[in-house]
């Protein structure tokens, strides 16, 4: 792995420019297939730490690299590190395809892959992930309840229809709806 990251790491590096050198794209797709993860992984390890065009650039390479699509199928694979990380993955580039097939992996059976799903949905901010988000309020994890919070504030204004809804059909989380209203900092009234 660290002879294939000294490979490729040039090539990266020239991709996250200010002005991206398109031959870098062009070396990185001529790629052997079984340098695929760590291609990935050198390309998602920038996503980690900044934001805007730098996004759109890696998103642009995983692409064009096809590692959306694998990642989208490796969503159904029997191996739960593998759901979790193609989970995270695909919300780190932003891939709107995938909210459907992310929000089925909200019920998965391991922890780590539901994890992964929230996490996803949050970056993505897809307002159709918002009632599968705010039914889990009820979640008896603690640690899972904290995530789901975190993400369903990272929709800011657009998560209030869906947290007043589930305090009308969940009157158990009202107190938790009310809290988390405080925390999207919005600034519409009610029309109550």
């Known amino acids: 792995r660290k ?3 000294a490979i490729y790491a040039p090539d990266i590096l020239a991709l996250l420019r200010p002005a991206p ?6 070396r990185l797709a001529h790629a052997a297939k079984r340098d695929h993860d760590v291609l ?9 730490v900044t ?29 739960w590190w593998i759901r979790a ?25 391991h922890e780590e892959v539901r994890a992964a799903a929230v996490d996803a949905l ?9 009632p599968a988000l705010t039914a889990l309020l009820s979640t008896p994890s ?3 309840r904290a995530r789901v919070v975190e993400t369903i504030r990272r929709f800011g204004d657009a998560a209030v229809p869906a947290l007043i809804d589930r305090a009308a059909v969940a009157p158990h989380d009202r107190v938790t709806v009310a809290e988390l209203l405080g925390l999207v900092r919005t ?5 109550e």
Not at 40 to 47: E, H, I, Q, V
């Open 3 to 5: 002879r294939l990251s």
């Open 21 to 26: 050198v398109p031959a870098a794209f062009d």
């Open 40 to 48: 990935a992984t050198l390309l998602l390890a920038p996503l980690a």
């Open 51 to 79: 934001t805007g065009e730098t996004r759109a650039v890696v998103r642009e390479a995983c692409v064009r690299l096809g590692f959306d699509r694998q990642w989208r199928r490796a969503l159904e694979s029997r191996r």
């Open 85 to 109: 990380d193609a989970a995270r993955a695909l919300g780190a580039i932003l891939d709107t395809q995938s909210v459907d097939p992310i929000l089925a992996l909200l019920g998965d059976d």
């Open 122 to 130: 949050g970056s993505l901010e897809d307002p159709r992930a918002l």
């Open 142 to 144: 603690r640690h899972q």
């Open 187 to 191: 600034t519409r009234r009610s029309e």
